[in-house]
């Protein structure tokens, strides 16, 4: 079992910046991979950035260029760095993990990963 919890959230102006940050702990991560998912109230969850154990990354088209992914192994956390803000991606976001390695169309998809964090709010103005 994994536990995840997240951070950094908070309001900016369109433009700005923000880096979410997700601590693991319990089982061993480095053999989890590991995403970022925002939801909007009404709204399904939806993949925004994941990273494999190996580093290889990948991101939705909506944040591309603009959002990046990175990890940490040795204080086991994973960060969102975001940059170019929009109001569109005011939402709540989770982290969440997986076990071993996922095939390139689940690495964006909520239903393959068991492990989620509580959530982070983050609120862009216009």
């Known amino acids: 079992e994994v536990q995840l919890v997240e951070s950094g959230g908070g309001s900016v102006q369109s433009g700005g910046s923000l880096r979410l940050s997700c601590a693991a702990s319990?089982?061993?991560?480095?053999?989890?991979?590991m995403a970022w998912f925002r939801q909007t109230p009404g709204a399904e969850r939806e993949g925004v950035a994941f990273?494999?154990?190996?580093?290889?990354?990948n991101y939705a088209d909506s944040v591309k260029g603009r959002f990046t992914i990175s990890e940490d192994n040795a204080n086991n956390t994973i960060y969102l760095h975001m940059n170019s803000l929009k109001p569109e991606d005011t939402a709540m976001y989770y982290c969440?993990?997986?076990?071993?390695?996922?095939?390139?169309?689940?690495?964006?998809?909520?239903?393959?990963?068991?492990?989620w964090g509580q959530g982070t709010q983050v609120t862009v103005s216009s």
């Open positions: 969440a993990a997986a076990p071993g390695r996922l095939s390139a169309w689940l690495r964006l998809r909520p239903i393959a990963y068991a492990h």
């Open positions: 319990g089982n061993t991560y480095s053999t989890y991979c």
């Open positions: 990273i494999d154990s190996d580093g290889s990354t």
